[in-house]
């Protein structure tokens, strides 16, 4: 789909009036790549430091759903693709100028790694049907004799999938909007916000939910941050680009992003976070719920942006 879009914008400059999801496929996987890479930076970062007793729940139980997340991405990818029986072709050849071919062979490797990430802690999580296959004790004294190694490089494979998301649209220069270095590092620390926001949900450690509350408020400025500057890099490029920067700044994409983006999924989050950092009561489902959402459709708007926006012939 991507391929198919660059090649049938590169006449003029025309921006489409209307916002409209081109397709939700190809959003859904950056998401979830996104995701993942956050998850398990977070895990492997925090395991090297030392922190499994203090942060069990980052480290040991939310890597568990990393291989049914990535399964969920790379099959919406599966449906987006045009010839579906040739997607094989992609690990036939390694191509060092391609994102596509950077991303195909990470996710290759980060597949299998979070899943052994996973299985190194399964005799800490103690399952009912643990105790009855002996054999998994000997493998897994195995395994976490190279656990340290295995999170070095786990995190190594994890940035390089959370940059990817980002740089893969921004490879393609026949779009003004998404021809931006500024996609990879948006996108990456988009992610490590979505994983931590998932950490303050769902773990019933007090204290771990209120440190990554102040990591998910540092993302969140830090986010802010590389989108005004996304915004100004365009505003003192090229005609086109700056183009493409108006259609947000008063053109179709204004109120979507402005109101559900920048403000319902980054600035609100941020102000219940910091208020929960004063001792104010705040529900913290709230803020990071509205993250997870606002990640969402941070990758819906661009990848709808970079389509509405054409390069001059």
Do not use: C
């Not at 040991?60 to 449906?79: D, M």
């Not at 052994?116 to 004799?145: A, G, I």
């Not at 771990?208 to 400025?221: Q, Y």
């Not at 709230?286 to 969402?296: E, K, N, R, S, T």
């Amino acid at each position: 789909m991507i391929e198919e879009i660059i090649t049938s914008g590169r006449m003029n400059h025309e921006i489409d009036p209307q916002l409209h999801i081109w397709g939700w496929e190809i959003p859904l996987y950056l998401f979830l790549g996104g995701l993942v890479a956050g998850i398990l930076i977070l895990s492997g970062v925090f395991y090297i430091l030392g922190r499994e007793e203090r942060y069990p729940f980052t480290i040991k139980i939310l890597p568990i759903v990393t291989p049914l997340l990535l399964s969920i991405g790379l099959f919406a990818l599966f449906l987006d693709l045009s010839h579906k029986l040739y997607f094989w072709r992609l690990y036939t050849i390694i191509r060092w100028n391609s994102p596509m071919s950077w991303g195909a062979w990470t996710l290759m490797a980060i597949f299998p790694l979070s899943i052994l990430w996973s299985v190194t802690w399964l005799e800490d999580l103690k399952p009912q049907w643990f105790n009855n296959y002996k054999w998994l004790h000997s493998s897994l004294d195995l395994l976490r004799k190279y656990r340290q190694k295995l999170a070095m490089i786990m995190v190594f494979f994890s940035l390089i999938l959370g940059m990817y998301t980002g740089i893969l649209l921004s490879a393609f220069n026949a779009r003004p909007f998404w021809n931006t270095a500024i996609l990879g590092p948006l996108f990456l620390v988009s992610g490590l916000s979505g994983a931590a926001a998932l950490v303050v949900l769902f773990s019933k450690e007090t204290r771990e939910k209120k440190i990554f509350g102040r990591i998910d408020l540092l993302l969140i400025t830090i986010e802010i941050f590389l989108l005004i500057h996304l915004f100004m890099g365009f505003l003192s490029g090229t005609q086109v680009h700056i183009e493409a920067a108006k259609m947000f700044l008063g053109g179709p994409y204004t109120t979507f992003f402005w109101v559900f983006i920048m403000g319902f999924g980054l600035v609100f989050p941020g102000i219940l976070e910091f208020m929960e950092l004063r001792k104010f009561k705040v529900p913290t489902a709230i803020p990071a719920i509205l993250v997870l959402i606002g990640g969402l459709l941070l990758r819906i708007i661009i990848v709808d942006a970079g389509q509405a926006s054409r390069w001059l012939y």
